[in-house]
C-alpha cells in the first residue's frame, strides 16, 4: 500500500507526510479489493481546461472536484471483485476511487489538528488504531468496525460533552470516503496517515477510539 507516517510519528510530523508512491488508481483499486476486501467504486475524474484541472461532472462550483460518485446508484455499482473494479477502471483509467462506508467499515472524522494529537495519544495508551485517511481538506477518516454511527452519540455523552458540541462525526451507510491516490482538483491527493497493513487488518470497534477522539476535539475548540 502507498508510503504514509507511521503512527509513532504523526503528532510530531502534521503536514510533513511524505509523499504516495506512483501507483496507478486502477492498480489500487483492484488492490484495495484484493488485500483488504473492501468494496470500490469509481467516482468523478479530473478534466484539464486551460490549465485548469476540473471536475466530470461539469459543475464549475464542485466542492469535491474529481472525488465524488459519479451516479446516483453509486452505491449499487460498488464491488469487492478485483475482476470487476478492473473492468470498471479500465473504462475510465482516471476516476477516483471511492470507499463506501456501512459496509466493512464506518469512519470516524475529525481535524487533522486533532487527529494526529488522538494518534498520539492512541500510541501512549498502546493501541493500534485502523487505517487513518488524511484529506486535501484537512480532515482525518478513521476507519472503524460498522455501526460507528449508531453508537458515537452515546459514546460522546458517556464522556461528559453534547454531540453537537465536537467536531466529530461518523460515516456509516450510504456514505463513502475517498481513498489514495484521489486528487481533488488543485487541492492534493488523498493520503494514508496511517496506511493498511496486516497490523491494521482488525478494525477497532468505534468506542475503542471515541475517548480520544473526543479529548482531541475538546483540546481543538
Not at 475524474?45 to 464549475?60: A, E, F, H, Y
Request: aromatic share 6%.
Amino acid at each position: 500500500m502507498e508510503k504514509t507516517i507511521p503512527g509513532a510519528e504523526a503528532a510530531q510530523t502534521a503536514g510533513q507526510i511524505p509523499k504516495q508512491r506512483g501507483d496507478s488508481l486502477p492498480e489500487t483499486a483492484v488492490r484495495y479489493t484484493e488485500e483488504r476486501h473492501w468494496d470500490v467504486v469509481p467516482g468523478t475524474w479530473l478534466v484539464t481546461t486551460d490549465g485548469t484541472p476540473r471536475c466530470s461532472c461539469g459543475d464549475p462550483g464542485c466542492t469535491a472536484p474529481g472525488a465524488h460518485p459519479a451516479h446516483d446508484d453509486w452505491a449499487a455499482r460498488a464491488t469487492g471483485s478485483a475482476t470487476v473494479a478492473r473492468r470498471m477502471w479500465q473504462q475510465q483509467p482516471d476516476a477516483s476511487i471511492l470507499l463506501p462506508t456501512g459496509r466493512s467499515f464506518d469512519a470516524l472524522c475529525v481535524p487533522e489538528s486533532a487527529g494526529f494529537l488522538a494518534l498520539a495519544r492512541l500510541e501512549r495508551w498502546e493501541l493500534t488504531p485502523g487505517p487513518v485517511l488524511l484529506t486535501p481538506g484537512r480532515r482525518m477518516q478513521f476507519l472503524v468496525l460498522p455501526g460507528a454511527c449508531a453508537k458515537l452519540p452515546g459514546l460522546v455523552r458517556r464522556l461528559g460533552w453534547s454531540p453537537g458540541s465536537l467536531d466529530l462525526a461518523a460515516l456509516g451507510e450510504g456514505g463513502w470516503v475517498a481513498a489514495p491516490p484521489t486528487r481533488y482538483g488543485s487541492r492534493g491527493a488523498v493520503q494514508w496517515a496511517c496506511r493498511p497493513t496486516p497490523a491494521n487488518r482488525w478494525l477497532p470497534d468505534a468506542e475503542e477510539l471515541v475517548p480520544a477522539l473526543a479529548y482531541a476535539c475538546g483540546r481543538d475548540k
